[in-house]
């Protein structure tokens, strides 16, 4: 491995785990959306990483096809007959748990690549006289 491959490396986990943070702030956004007209209330969505020769890569986006939370709500316009409101299978929780996951990758690749750039400052360093 060169330093200009710990460089990509570094930047496209980077990249890779910002945009798995948009998504999950996506998902807590949309957390209390329920069912209107027949439509389906929001599915939380989830980010597939994997590691290629440039780097990491983003795979695919997937629904997450557990099923809507349920609450009995009578008065609410969106309730069906028997009251019943279907609101996002999104887990406040769960997002909070994996955006601070993907904000330690995130502070790991910077760790990492600011190695690699100290790495190659003191390369550099050697050939001055």
């Known amino acids: 491995m060169n330093l200009n491959t710990a460089f990509r490396t570094s930047a496209s986990g980077m990249t890779a785990e910002r945009f ?4 999950i702030a996506s998902n807590i956004a949309n957390a209390n959306s329920t069912r209107v007209n027949g439509q389906d209330p929001y ?12 780097g990491v890569e983003i795979t695919k986006i997937m629904e997450d096809q557990s099923e809507f939370r349920q609450v009995y709500e009578p008065g609410n316009p969106n309730a069906n007959k028997d009251g019943v409101v279907f ?8 997002e909070v748990v994996d955006m601070t996951s993907a ?17 190659l400052r003191a390369a550099l360093s050697i050939g001055k006289v």
């Open 43 to 54: 599915r939380r969505r989830i980010v597939e990483l994997t590691t290629g020769d440039d």
């Open 103 to 119: 904000t330690r990758a995130y502070e790991a690749n910077i760790a990492a690549f600011n190695s690699t750039k100290s790495m």
């Open 87 to 94: 609101y996002s299978n999104v887990d406040p929780l769960k």
């Open 20 to 23: 798995r943070m948009d998504v």
